[in-house]
């Protein structure tokens, strides 16, 4: 007479993580845009590229891949963690830098600041060398 031990398996209830405040990392290059939704110490909510979004060769470059971008990555920020008002930090210098910020005003988040990364050339390349006579 052996006892059967069962075990029960613990289901834990998903605790919906609440975050109003946070900030949106853009990067557009020549050749994409990545959009990356953050809380405020940098933990990655949500992200989402022109080539996640399915645009391929030179169509991940332009303005109209960053705006699908963004919204894929806005709609899942907004219902899964509630976020209302935003930061915003853009690096890069291709097409889709203002078309993603427009494209966070159609849902209704609050920019409270805009601010750019953009990398600056310092010292630039190597000059050539003098031509011998």
């Not at 209302?84 to 203002?98: A, L, M, S």
């Amino acid at each position: 007479m052996a006892e059967e031990i069962t075990k029960k398996a613990v289901v834990r209830k998903k605790t919906r993580r609440s975050v109003p405040l946070g900030q949106v990392h853009i990067q557009a290059t020549f050749n994409n845009t990545i959009i990356s939704f953050t809380d405020p110490n940098g933990n990655v909510l949500s992200a989402s590229s022109a080539g996640a979004c399915g645009f391929r060769g030179s169509k991940k470059g332009t303005a109209y891949a960053a705006q699908i971008a963004t919204d894929k990555a806005a709609d899942i920020a907004k219902s899964q963690y509630g976020l209302t008002r935003i930061e915003v930090f853009v690096k890069g210098v291709g097409q889709g830098r203002d078309s993603a910020i427009r494209a966070l005003g159609t849902h209704n988040m609050i920019i409270e600041s805009i601010n750019d990364n953009t990398g600056v050339p310092h010292g630039g390349a190597r000059p050539k060398r003098e031509r011998r006579a």
